[in-house]
């Protein structure tokens, strides 16, 4: 990049001498024509995102990754939990948390690294399960999405095994939050029964 940067500001020293000296053109002209012809050349292939609102360029900036759903799931978390209870979001979308002002159950956040599989990704996952145990979320948030997760065959499965076990004993679902751009991707709310 710094290479790149060299040569265009040498080239425009160069662009700029050539059109004083060919066309007599004041310095002080150029000091605005050059730099609104470069933002215009780099406007140009953005100016489709310029004319979206949020959730538009949301919607196409995340697709696949239920992103902007997060402001809806937020909205159930506040309504149905308490400042100091603590969520479990099953996933990679910390975003909720935040948005909700709550706390995670774990001090994993997002779970995608716990399934990369690594020499440590199962201790990862106990010590996770151990905190779950410990902190009982009143909410689970599980993002059913392959863009939070990242699962694949090698994955250790440990925390999803727990998962399962403990949505189909102890927790209710009370709301599903689908994806805007993809049917497959919903975040699934699961109460503490």
């Known amino acids: 990049m710094p290479f790149w940067a060299i040569i265009c500001a040498v080239s425009l020293d160069i662009l700029s001498k050539w059109i004083i000296n060919k066309y007599k053109i004041s310095l002080r ?14 406007i140009l292939p953005l100016a ?13 900036k995340f697709s696949g990754n239920p992103f902007s759903e997060a402001f809806e799931a937020e909205a159930y978390v506040r309504s149905l939990t308490e400042p100091t209870d603590k969520v479990l979001v099953a996933g990679s979308e910390p975003e909720i948390l935040y948005y909700a002002k709550r706390q995670s159950a774990s001090r994993f956040v997002i ?19 151990s905190e779950i145990k410990k902190n009982s979320p009143k909410l689970i948030i599980l993002v059913n999405s392959p863009y939070s997760w990242l ?14 076990t403990i949505i189909k004993t102890a927790y209710h679902l009370v709301k599903t939050v689908p994806s805007k751009f993809d049917s497959s991707a919903s975040y699934l709310i699961y109460q503490k029964i």
């Open 29 to 42: 002209i150029l000091d605005f024509v050059i730099p609104a012809i470069i933002l215009i050349f780099l």
């Open 48 to 60: 489709n995102w310029l004319i979206l609102n949020p959730e538009q360029f949301a919607i196409q």
């Open 111 to 129: 779970f995608y690294p716990l399934m990369l599989p690594t020499p440590l990704a199962s201790g990862y996952q106990a010590e996770t399960i």
């Open 151 to 164: 699962l694949n065959k090698e994955s250790p499965t440990m925390i999803l095994d727990y998962l399962d």
